[in-house]
């Protein structure tokens, strides 16, 4: 039983990661730059405008990391089907009225 909860459980969050791709990668983009800002406040010694410099540059990579994982999970959902069924099941329940 906590095998097919966890199963589902990451299920459930890899449908929502394909639903709303540009927010996750904008909350790791976002927690990346506090991250990093955090850590490198706790360095002594650093300027400023290094310390933010640092910052853009662990946000940007991991927003770019992001973009990867996000364009996997598009291209597994592409090869699966699981993307047209989405779709088909969005057009069925939105029926047209001529």
């Known amino acids: 039983m906590g095998e097919s ?5 990451i299920d459930s969050t890899r449908e929502w ?6 927010r996750s990668v904008g909350c790791l983009w976002l927690s990346g730059i506090v991250g990093s800002i955090a850590y490198n406040w706790s360095q002594p010694g650093m300027k400023t405008s290094v310390r933010i410099i ?3 540059l662990h946000a940007q990579a991991l927003t ?3 973009l990867a994982g ?3 999970v598009e291209y597994y959902d592409h090869k699966s089907g699981a993307k047209s069924e ?3 099941k969005f057009l ?3 029926p047209r009225k001529d």
């Open 70 to 72: 996000a364009a996997v």
């Open 17 to 22: 990661i394909v639903e709303h791709k540009l």
């Open 92 to 94: 069925d329940s939105n």
């Open 54 to 56: 640092h910052a853009r």
């Open 5 to 9: 909860n966890a199963k589902s459980k």
């Open 86 to 88: 989405r779709y088909a």
């Open 64 to 66: 770019l990391a992001a």
